[in-house]
Every structure is written in structure tokens, then in C-alpha cells.
Nanobody, 117 residues
């Protein structure tokens, strides 16, 4: 099981920007990563896909964040970032990364992102 850690969450005002990062735990050795995704779950709601990037760099975004989110990856470090701008209160949620390693999919523990005045 690959240990993943999200970081970069916090409080931002509406219209602001925030970048999230997903990386393997420092104790983990190198591994081959396939597809990577960001999901979010707001209180009382189901987990939903925010953005996805394939091993070849093809991206896909949820309609609700299209044009406001950019997902990137650095394969040399097996890291993934989610850049967000023009944030709205409805973007408030716990954000989790999901990474495919071989035939296995692993989840990070999540990081809180709050958009409020």
C-alpha cells in the first residue's frame, strides 16, 4: 500500500487561489505511477471527481471547475498538484488524491480547503 500525503489546504477568500499537492510519504521508495486524480467531499455530500490526469498527460475536469482548475504531475518525483483559482464557497471540501500504482489504487488522507470571506 502506497502512503500518500496531501498538502496545501487552508482558508482562502472567494475569488482567490490555492494549490494542493499530493506526494508519497518520505519513507516510500520509488514506484511507477499511472493515472492520478483529485476528488473532493463536502460535508453531507458524496465524494466527487474534480480532476484527472492520465499517465500520458491527458487531463479531464469536472464541469463545475472547468476553467478554474489545472492538474499537473511531475513523474520524476511522483507528485501531483491541483492549481485552483476563482474559488467559490461551494469549493469548500476535503480534497483527496487518488493514485494508480500498477493494478492498485491508493488514497491520500485528505486536506481541507475552505473558501470563505
Amino acid at each position: 500500500q502506497v502512503q500518500l500525503v496531501e498538502s496545501g489546504g487552508g482558508l482562502v477568500q472567494p475569488g482567490g487561489s490555492l494549490r494542493l499537492s499530493c506526494a508519497p510519504h518520505e519513507s516510500e521508495s520509488s514506484f511507477s505511477v499511472g493515472a492520478m486524480s483529485w476528488y473532493r467531499q463536502a460535508p453531507g455530500q458524496q465524494r466527487a471527481l474534480v480532476a484527472h490526469i492520465t499517465a500520458t498527460g491527458t487531463t479531464n475536469y469536472a464541469d463545475s471547475v472547468q476553467g478554474r482548475v489545472t492538474i499537473t504531475r511531475k513523474n520524476a518525483k511522483n507528485t501531483m498538484d491541483l492549481g485552483r483559482n476563482s474559488l467559490k464557497p461551494e469549493d469548500t471540501a476535503v480534497y483527496c488524491c487518488y493514485v494508480v500504482v500498477g493494478v492498485q489504487g491508493d488514497w491520500g488522507q485528505g486536506t481541507q480547503g475552505t473558501v470563505s470571506s
